[in-house]
């Protein structure tokens, strides 16, 4: 069954450094997304992405945060000066179209640590 | 209020027990609805989509009731391996977003 991979599966980074976490979501999926999971609380919605563009966006996703689809098959998630409250999972996902009943899957998620 | 509520339980059964999760929705223009597990630390999976006429999926089966807002998900002979966190998902009508809800505690002891 096609997957959503993320690397790495862990980074740790010194407050104020950037990072980048990357994912290669599903071949033929059109719609991409970044979700991140601060331990033992909910997942929450960063953004979604559509035909090269950020289609919706939280308030989470501020001036620090951008997102690229550089190639045909990465999609990645820049965090420019990154904070202490950055430290979190952050899952990608993928869904063939962004009509209403087509479900997301997930990446295995990148464990981010900022000390 | 929440814009997805689960109860956090956890929700402690035998094997074989038949358990029950609620959850209720704020936005009444949500329209599609999912259950998603996720496993200590690892991806929220998909677990079953949930219609409007509700669905079985082998020993799961999903409800949906529009007028009071509220899914549930039905687990029949609980195994060892049911034990995860299950999370109520609601996708609105407009935008592509997903809202978790906070998740219900599953644990089946033998």
């Known amino acids: 069954e096609p997957e959503v991979t993320q690397t790495p599966s862990h980074q740790v980074t010194q407050m104020g450094q950037e990072v980048i976490l990357r994912c290669v979501p599903i071949?033929?999926?059109?719609?991409f997304y970044w979700y991140r999971q601060i331990l033992g609380q909910k997942v929450e919605f960063l953004v979604s992405?559509?035909?090269?563009?950020?289609?919706?966006k939280s308030e989470i996703f501020d001036d620090q945060f951008s997102v690229e689809r550089p190639d045909g098959s990465n999609f990645t998630l820049k965090i420019r000066s990154t904070k202490l409250e950055d430290s979190a999972m952050y899952f990608c996902?993928?869904?063939?179209?962004?009509?209403?009943?087509?479900?997301?899957?997930f990446g295995n998620g990148t464990r981010l640590t900022v000390t | 209020r929440k814009e997805v509520e689960q109860d956090p339980g956890p929700f402690n059964v035998p094997e074989g027990a038949t358990v029950a999760f609620n959850c209720t929705y704020s936005?009444?223009?949500?329209?599609?609805f999912f259950w998603y597990r996720q496993d200590c630390r690892k991806e929220p999976k998909l677990l079953m989509s949930?219609?409007?006429s509700g669905n079985e999926d082998g020993r799961f089966t999903a409800q949906l009731n529009r007028a009071s807002q509220y899914i549930s998900l039905l687990i029949r002979d609980s195994k060892l391996s049911d034990s995860a966190t299950y999370l109520c998902?609601?996708?609105?009508?407009?935008?592509?977003?997903?809202?978790f809800g906070a998740g219900t505690i599953l644990r089946v002891k033998s």
């Open positions: 992405f559509y035909n090269n563009e950020i289609s919706e």
């Open positions: 998902v609601v996708k609105w009508e407009y935008g592509n977003k997903l809202v």
């Open positions: 936005n009444s223009a949500s329209q599609s």
């Open positions: 996902a993928s869904s063939e179209a962004g009509r209403v009943g087509s479900p997301l899957h």
């Open positions: 949930v219609y409007s």
């Open positions: 071949s033929n999926h059109l719609y």
